[in-house]
């Protein structure tokens, strides 16, 4: 099996800053996903990557940014916090190429609170 | 673009009761991937079920599906509901297998299962 590692688990922030949040995964897994997930909005997708140095945008992509480092490992940035925002932001994997059926695999979440 | 409709809101019911919720989706692709995901409480989502053959019952943990592309359609049963069961519920939509894999999810269904 394999895991799934987001850092960090709760993440505090003012208005106007940039924040990381990073993702690590040893399934090596090629694709690579960050979802925003809101209470009654479902899961959103950001941004996704399906492989190294690859970006593409999801429906949610406007006000962040995203790097693919290495296969194992996908990072986004919220580019300027907005004040009051609370969100939890989920990194998942899936074998892609047409190999797999699409089954994602998540790590335990990100939470964001903006003061 | 692709879209999942499912049950909305709170699903309140007794346990030992059957349980059902709803999943429609909208694609252009004919042949889907579906998918329901649980999330309990401070947990990550994680698969439950899926499923891309045409009329053919899936089922884990007591729980089953059947795609119904006549219908578009993917509902979750489950006979007998347990407490355990109270959770976040999504079904979600591939539309291939090809490279990306990426999941369309519908906002959630939450269900909360009491003695």
């Known amino acids: 099996g394999g895991i799934i590692t987001q850092t960090p688990k709760f993440l505090i922030g003012q208005e106007g800053q940039k924040l990381t949040l990073k993702c690590q995964q040893n399934?090596?897994?090629?694709?690579m996903y960050w979802y925003r997930q809101d209470s009654g909005k479902g899961l959103r997708l950001i941004y996704y990557?399906?492989?190294?140095?690859?970006?593409q945008k999801g429906d949610l992509s406007e006000g962040y940014d995203a790097s693919r480092e290495k296969k194992s490992s996908f990072s986004l940035t919220v580019t300027s916090a907005q004040k009051n925002e609370m969100a939890v932001f989920l990194c998942?994997?899936?074998?892609?190429?047409?190999?797999?059926?699409?089954?994602?695999?998540f790590g335990e979440g990100s939470k964001l609170t903006v003061l | 673009g692709d879209s999942v409709t499912q049950t909305e809101g709170l699903v309140t019911l007794t346990e030992g009761l059957p349980v059902m919720l709803n999943c429609t989706y909208q694609?252009?692709?004919?042949?889907?991937?579906l998918f329901w995901y649980v999330q309990h409480l401070n947990e990550s989502p994680r698969l439950l079920l899926k499923?891309?053959?045409?009329?053919k019952r899936t089922e884990h943990q007591g729980f089953h599906a059947t795609l119904h592309k006549s219908s578009s359609s993917f509902h979750l049963q489950k006979s007998s509901a347990q407490l355990s069961d109270s959770a976040l519920y999504y079904c979600?939509?591939?539309?291939?297998?090809?490279?990306?894999?990426?999941?369309?999810f519908g906002i959630g269904t939450r269900v909360l299962v009491r003695p």
């Open positions: 998942a994997s899936s074998i892609g190429g047409g190999r797999g059926t699409g089954q994602l695999y």
């Open positions: 499923s891309f053959t045409d009329n």
């Open positions: 979600a939509l591939s539309p291939t297998n090809s490279a990306g894999n990426k999941l369309t």
């Open positions: 990557s399906i492989t190294e140095n690859d970006l």
């Open positions: 399934f090596n897994h090629d694709t």
């Open positions: 694609t252009i692709y004919s042949n889907p991937f």
